[in-house]
């Protein structure tokens, strides 16, 4: 079973809409959430990051973890054609794991004008 | 706001051939990071880096691969002989600790070319 799964995509959404994308993972030892955005050809760029479940919210972006079922999910409100990118959820179980975050495929996103 | 840098952006090689790749991570950054990204594949960890010493690695990170940091501000990841399959994009990352929320920031990448 992989250990991060993620939906590639791609998706395709109007300019304001709201996009919800979703990860799932399979150890529970994972403790922290990232999501990553990546620019084509660009390095991964932290967007947010939360522990254990709940939620977190800055500006357009809300970041949601339900660890009893393992669902990671992020949320972009009012998007922008600027978001079209690849976002990547993260994880990372802490401890011994020194620094060792394990990614999703990624979720290609294009929000058109 | 400081950030990690890489050099070269490209590289092209022949198989067999020896490539050290270049990462300057933020300078009050104590722990450094290689990841890989094959061309349409997952970010993948190879190899984490603490105190001179290699705290973690994949098993992809095997006897070909090394990392050095040579100086107080180079990281540094050498491929020995280099296979097709390592062709690949590499992404140098670091964070100023481990755990936590900790985040680690990555470089733009140097994408490698194996032929």
């Known amino acids: 079973q992989k250990e991060v799964e993620q939906d590639p995509g791609p998706l395709s959404v109007p300019e304001g809409a709201i996009v919800s994308l979703n990860c799932t993972y399979s150890?529970?030892?994972?403790?922290?959430f990232m999501w990553y955005r990546q620019y084509s050809r660009k390095g991964p760029e932290l967007l947010m990051y939360t522990y254990s479940s709940g939620n977190k919210e800055d500006g357009r972006f809300t970041a949601q973890v339900d660890k009893s079922s393992k669902y990671i999910s992020l949320f972009i409100r009012d998007s922008q054609p600027s978001d079209s990118a690849t976002y990547l959820c993260?994880?990372?179980?802490?401890?011994?794991?020194?620094?060792?975050?394990?990614f999703g495929q990624g979720t290609i996103l294009t929000v058109h004008p | 706001e400081p950030e990690v840098t890489q050099t070269p952006s490209h590289q092209v090689t022949q198989m067999g051939q020896e490539v050290i790749l270049r990462c300057v991570p933020i300078s009050n950054h104590l722990y450094f990071y290689w990841y890989r990204q094959i061309l349409g594949q997952k970010v993948e960890f190879l190899v984490s880096?603490?105190?001179?010493?290699?705290?973690?690695k994949s098993e992809i990170f095997d006897d070909q691969f090394s990392v050095e940091r040579p100086d107080g501000s180079n990281f540094t990841l050498k491929i020995r002989s280099t296979k097709l399959e390592d062709s690949a994009m590499y992404f140098c990352a670091s964070s100023r600790r481990q755990g936590s929320l900790e985040t680690q920031y990555f470089g733009p990448g140097t994408r490698l070319l194996v032929l």
């Open positions: 880096f603490y105190n001179n010493e290699i705290s973690e």
């Open positions: 150890n529970s030892a994972f403790q922290y």
């Open positions: 993260a994880t990372y179980a802490g401890g011994t794991s020194y620094g060792k975050l394990t």
